[in-house]
Each structure stands twice: as structure tokens, then as C-alpha cells.
């Protein structure tokens, strides 16, 4: 069964750091990438980071650039997002997803497999 939990989130003042974390188990398939997403009510989803599972490529929403990074423990099987520098505008529910065919890493409607999601406040 697959499996994709996220934790880490939370209510954190502007300026402040918080980091996701994303348990992925139960794939029986290569995994082509992991993206992190998020949706503030009322607006659509978007892409925050994604990251390809096999050369590490990665990419960013222009909006968190030089602010959050992305990363996997192949290990633990398990995708990261450390968020600093955070702002009140980043408040959002955020997802952590997984692509299982080829396709581009940025765009949303590539995965296949979303987390229960995981609420982050930001306060300003």
C-alpha cells in the first residue's frame, strides 16, 4: 500500500524556520520524482520544490527561491523541505507528492500520489 506522510508543519513568526519531512513507502515502482505543493484556501494549488529522484535535479517556485530547499535520504526513502527565512504569505497546507512516470518535475498534474497534507502558519 502506498503510503506518503508528512510531518513537521506548524505555527511559526515571520522570519522563522520550520522543516517538512515526507515518509514515502509501499512503491513497487521507480519513483521518477517528489515534489512539495501547497494550497492556501480559496486559491489553487501551486508548485513550492521539486526534486528528480535520480539525478537530484532540482526546482523552485520563484517565491521561495534562496529561501527553501528541497533534498531525499534515499536511505529512509524520505523527502525533505527545510523552509527559512518564512513569511506570512507562505502560510498554506503543504503536500508532498510523488511521480511515477516521466514528465515535467514542476507541474502538479505529473503525481500521482499526494500526502494527507500538513498545515503551516506563518504570523507575522
Known amino acids: 500500500q502506498v503510503q506518503l506522510v508528512e510531518s513537521g508543519g506548524g505555527l511559526v513568526q515571520s522570519g522563522g524556520s520550520l522543516r517538512l519531512s515526507c515518509a514515502v513507502s509501499?512503491?513497487?515502482?521507480?519513483?521518477?520524482?517528489r515534489g512539495w505543493f501547497r494550497q492556501d484556501p480559496g486559491k489553487e494549488p501551486e508548485g513550492v520544490a521539486c526534486?528528480?529522484?535520480?539525478?537530484?535535479?532540482?526546482w523552485y517556485a520563484d517565491s521561495v527561491k534562496g529561501r527553501f530547499t528541497i533534498s531525499r535520504d534515499p536511505a529512509t526513502n524520505t523527502v525533505y523541505l527545510q523552509m527559512n527565512s518564512l513569511k506570512p504569505e507562505d502560510t498554506a497546507v503543504y503536500y508532498c507528492?510523488?511521480?511515477?512516470?516521466?514528465?515535467?518535475?514542476?507541474?502538479?498534474?505529473?503525481?500521482?500520489?499526494w500526502g494527507q497534507g500538513t498545515q503551516v502558519t506563518v504570523s507575522s
Open positions: 507528492a510523488v511521480q511515477v512516470e516521466s514528465g515535467p518535475i514542476y507541474d502538479l498534474r505529473a503525481y500521482r500520489y
Open positions: 509501499g512503491f513497487t515502482r521507480d519513483v521518477y520524482a
Open positions: 526534486i528528480d529522484n535520480a539525478a537530484g535535479t532540482t
